[in-house]
């Protein structure tokens, strides 16, 4: 089974708007990471959401997380033509310290 | 702002020959990790390496490979025989150890041809 997977795989919205990606996963985690990933580029570290967290911000963005359905989701608000990248979720199995595992990611454009 | 640095940015090499992949951590970072992206696809674990010594490691991550952290600041990996599959771009990351907060350098590109 996969960890973080993504949804959608594909988001286009106008610069303005809100976008929103969610992430599921099946086994008990530590914590779950959002990444941003321009084109062939590296991966930018956006956020950090602890297992007994249900919400973090971080200017723009806001990060929620469900355990007990086993899903995240980011928002991000005002997006701007900037924003345009992949946005991957990766968690950390109950370990620590351990290998992040990570989804197809969302591919986000934003229209100016 | 500490980064993870990499370098080189893109390396071109034979099949069958070695290349080697270097990474700076962030200074203050005690565990440190190797993961690869092939074109298109998730990005997947290699290594991860702890007190000068592997902690874990994927099947990837074969007897072709190496990792190495020569002196206090560099981490390295190495591939002894390139394959035309090994051809991904590869990102090395560092975490602190609290909450296993991984942050990536830019990666190295590697096309093996």
């Known amino acids: 089974s996969q960890q973080g997977e993504e949804d959608p795989q594909a988001l286009s919205i106008q610069e303005g708007e809100n976008a929103t990606m969610n992430c599921s996963y099946k086994?008990?985690?530590?914590?779950l990471q959002w990444y941003r990933q321009n084109s062939g580029r590296g991966l930018v570290h956006l956020i950090l959401?602890?297992?007994?967290?249900r919400e973090k911000h971080s200017g723009r963005l806001r990060v929620t997380l469900d355990t007990s359905k086993k899903s995240s989701s980011l928002l991000i608000t005002a997006s701007r033509a900037a924003d345009t990248a992949s946005y991957f979720c990766a968690t950390d199995p109950v370990s620590g310290n351990t290998p992040l595992v990570f989804g197809k990611g969302t591919r986000l454009s934003v229209i100016a | 702002e500490p980064e993870v640095t990499q370098t080189p940015s893109h390396q071109v090499t034979q099949m069958g020959q070695e290349v080697i992949l270097r990474c700076v951590p962030i200074s203050n970072h005690l565990y440190f990790y190797w993961y690869r992206q092939i074109l298109g696809q998730k990005v997947e674990f290699l290594v991860s390496?702890?007190?000068?010594?592997?902690?874990?490691k994927s099947e990837i991550f074969d007897d072709q490979f190496s990792v190495e952290r020569p002196d206090g600041s560099n981490f390295t990996l190495k591939i002894r025989s390139t394959k035309l599959e090994d051809s991904a771009m590869y990102f090395c990351a560092s975490s602190d150890g609290e909450y296993n907060e991984q942050f990536f350098g830019p990666g190295t590109r590697l096309t093996v041809l």
């Open positions: 959401i602890r297992s007994n967290e």
């Open positions: 390496f702890y007190n000068n010594e592997i902690s874990e």
């Open positions: 086994t008990s985690i530590n914590n």
